[in-house]
């Protein structure tokens, strides 16, 4: 299923992403694509919350990939990792290979920054975000730029996203 959210702030999205937390479990892949500032990473964060991760979900500046393992749940049980890929300094195909994903694939919720092009080999099943800035992001002005509403499209692949509600879209759709 497609659909889409207005994110009026970045507390809405990192909102979002605490809602969609909720509904993830070890193996699933979350691929987003967005202009740089689009708000891939605040996104993200909203998810590290939802899942109760330890550490702070930040843009890498060394590190491609990033785990964050889950904390302990009042009740004593733990969630499912966080392993957080921001591939926008990913340079071939061979440092792909050594990120070793497969194995996170199957343990932990993985979130790819910069994905798009690579990701679709790796599973059948994937829920692809696209962040986009409806009024641009041209203005001269930086703060203006990040500044304000973003558009999330939301677009479930495979049988793993199959007839599953996400948050924001319409509880009854026909839409496939
Ligand atoms: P990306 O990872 O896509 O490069 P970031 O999440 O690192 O983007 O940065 C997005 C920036 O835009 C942050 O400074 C954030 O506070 C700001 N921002 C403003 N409005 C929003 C919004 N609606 N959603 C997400 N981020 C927003
Ligand atoms: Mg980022």
Do not use: N
């Not at 109760?52 to 393992?69: C, D, K, L, N, W």
């Amino acid at each position: 299923m497609t659909a889409q959210v207005r994110l009026p702030d970045a507390d809405a999205t990192r909102a979002w992403g605490r809602e969609l937390a909720a509904l993830l479990r070890a193996g699933d892949l979350v691929v987003l694509t967005g202009d740089l500032g689009a708000g891939k990473t605040t996104l993200t964060q909203g998810l590290g919350q939802g899942l109760g991760v330890r550490g702070q979900v930040a843009s890498p500046t060394f590190v491609i990939a990033r785990e964050h393992p889950p904390l302990p749940r009042p009740d004593g049980t733990r969630g499912p990792a966080l392993v957080h890929v921001d591939a926008y300094r990913l340079g071939s195909l061979d440092e792909v290979e050594a990120l070793d994903l497969d194995s996170a694939l199957d343990e932990a919720v993985t979130v790819v920054e910069w994905g798009a092009g690579w990701v679709e080999g790796l599973t059948d099943d994937r829920l692809e975000l696209r962040l986009e800035r409806p009024h641009g992001g041209v203005g001269d002005d930086v703060e203006d730029a990040a500044a304000g509403e973003r558009v999330l499209t939301v677009h479930g692949v495979g049988e793993r996203w199959a007839g599953v509600v996400l948050p924001g879209a319409p509880a009854a759709s026909h839409a496939s």
